[in-house]
């Protein structure tokens, strides 16, 4: 089991920067591999970012490109996202997710947090 507490969400400006953590805590969580989804009113959940509990290595979906950058910090348990330059189309309430595999799956992630909005202005 591994329980997820995400946090760093809020109100930003359009072409601002925010960090989203994400605290984990039970067995092992280093061991998996990361990822950060989000999900906006009326649509469905989607990948934005992962990273892998060994080697680190990262994948970014195509919007999150150039501006998101995911960490991991595994000597804290946690992960974090540092999203800059945001759009008002990145509002949405983002989730981290643990993972055994490396994927960007959505269903293929076994825990989920509670979630954190991240709200852009225009």
């Known amino acids: 089991q591994v329980q997820l507490v995400e946090s760093g969400g809020g109100l930003v400006q359009a072409g601002g920067s925010l960090r989203l953590s994400c605290a984990a805590s039970g067995r092992s969580p280093s061991s998996y591999s990361m990822g950060w989804f989000r999900q906006a009113p009326g649509k469905e959940r989607e990948f934005v970012a992962r990273?892998?509990?060994?080697?680190?290595?990262?994948y970014y979906a195509e919007s999150a490109k150039g501006r998101f950058t995911i960490s991991r910090d595994n000597a804290k348990n946690t992960v974090y996202l540092q999203m800059n330059s945001l759009k008002p189309e990145d509002t949405a309430v983002y989730y981290c997710?643990?993972?055994?595999?490396?994927?960007?799956?959505?269903?293929?992630?076994?825990?989920w947090g509670q979630g954190t909005q991240v709200t852009v202005s225009s």
């Open positions: 990273i892998s509990g060994l080697h680190g290595s990262t």
């Open positions: 997710a643990a993972s055994r595999i490396v994927t960007i799956q959505t269903n293929a992630y076994d825990y």
